[in-house]
């Protein structure tokens, strides 16, 4: 699947997710602070790419055997400053200067957490949680096997996501701008770069059900695209101390 390339200074930050609980789950959820959440259903998928990078290699199969809330957007620069406003977390108004509907950017895997902990606080339970990177794979996709989600055609790209030819300034844009994938999500291909919960690892090509990554390591996973980088394909790790300074 094509995704875009980060670099060892790029940290970005996401839509957290919620899973479902025994009830019947709607198909869209909001929370309180305004998070559009879509049910994504259990299934099965391909991860990886026979075009990509040696790390995104070998392509081979996932169960997701838990239907999951994914967030609909990116979290927004408004519903981050909320949490700095009650908890203190790091807010880089430097990076930040396209409001409140932007989306967030120098958010570090660890402001994420925290982020993520004042929600569940916030909105009572432990429901919410970073994706892993199968998952958010499996909803990048949406049910395709193509390229992107839109097809092989990389011409249509700037109809999808924000990338270098086609970015407006020097910061990230507000979300959902674009065209979403074919369930709802949007700017899974580019806007800004994406944290998952997974440690990386490499990958082998035994069947895997709802995998989480190792338990250690020195490198935390992102995915999706940034507005200033050129759509080539891959997959990245990221370390986990640095803050994303566009």
């Not at 249509?156 to 674009?178: M, P, S």
């Not at 770069?193 to 895997?208: K, L």
Request: aromatic share 16%; glycine share 10%; hydrophobic share 25%.
């Amino acid at each position: 699947m094509k995704t875009r390339p980060s670099r060892t200074r790029e940290r970005p930050s996401r839509h957290s997710h919620a899973e479902r609980g025994n009830e019947e789950a709607p198909d869209i959820v909001t929370n309180s602070i305004g998070m559009k959440f879509k049910l994504i259903k259990a299934g099965k998928f391909q991860m990886g790419s026979k075009n990509g990078y040696d790390w995104e290699k070998p392509v081979h199969w996932v169960k997701i055997t838990k239907d999951f809330y994914m967030g609909i957007y990116q979290v927004t620069v408004g519903q981050y400053k909320k949490y700095v406003d009650e908890k203190g977390g790091y807010f880089d108004p430097d990076y930040n200067k396209q409001g409140d509907n932007a989306a967030v950017t120098a958010v570090s895997w660890e402001d994420a957490q925290g982020f993520i902990s004042w929600l569940n606080e916030k909105e009572g339970g432990s429901h919410y949680r970073l994706p892993t990177e199968a998952q958010w794979e499996y909803s990048a996709r949406a049910g395709t096997t193509t390229e992107y989600s839109f097809g092989d055609d990389s011409s249509l790209l700037g109809d999808y996501a924000w990338y270098w030819d086609n970015r407006e300034g020097t910061y990230a844009h507000i979300v959902g701008q674009k065209k979403p994938n074919p369930w709802g999500l949007y700017d899974m291909h580019g806007n800004v770069y994406e944290w998952v919960a997974d440690i990386y690892s490499s990958y082998s090509d035994r069947i895997y059900s709802d995998p989480t990554g190792p338990s250690t390591g020195s490198y935390r996973v992102n995915r999706g695209g940034g507005w200033y980088f050129a759509p080539t394909t891959r997959r990245t790790p990221a370390t986990t101390s640095s803050v994303f300074v566009c």
